[in-house]
């Protein structure tokens, strides 16, 4: 099956800066978007960012947007996230999530359905 790993997490103190991968192994099919989502302790998976795959167009949370950034590197099917700032509501486990299929929503898939596999995330916590 498709493997989607995170790593780059750990504890990072607040305002300083974290850079988030995940790396796809045995993909069957070319991604139409991947995407980060973050689950907070005790709350709902949430998303972060986004990445449509040819052609590389972004779209984030409006909470995320001024200091998080969505990036990917085709050739080694590799995506990150660096997080710029970070707060101790940042604290979460970090998912990263792909979709096979293209998406003829509205705007970018955003939601938690809209993708077709899973990480196992990695978690990031930010201490004050």
């Known amino acids: 099956q498709v493997h989607l790993v995170e790593s780059g997490g750990g504890l990072v103190q607040a305002g300083n800066g974290l850079r988030l991968s995940c790396t796809a192994s045995?993909?069957?099919?070319?991604?139409?978007?991947m995407a980060w989502f973050r689950q907070p302790p005790g709350k709902e998976r949430e998303f972060v960012a986004t990445?449509?795959?040819?052609?590389?167009?972004?779209d984030y949370a409006d909470s995320m947007k001024d200091r998080f950034t969505i990036s990917k590197d085709s050739t080694k099917d590799i995506i990150y996230l660096r997080m710029n700032v970070l707060k101790p509501e940042d604290t979460a486990q970090y998912y990263c999530?792909?979709?096979?299929?293209?998406?003829?929503?509205?705007?970018?898939?955003?939601?938690?359905?809209?993708?077709?596999?899973w990480g196992q995330g990695t978690q990031v916590e930010v201490t004050s």
């Open positions: 990445i449509t795959w040819y052609s590389g167009l972004k």
């Open positions: 999530a792909a979709r096979s299929t293209v998406y003829y929503g509205s705007g970018y898939p955003k939601q938690k359905d809209d993708y077709d596999y």
């Open positions: 045995e993909l069957t099919f070319r991604p139409y978007a």
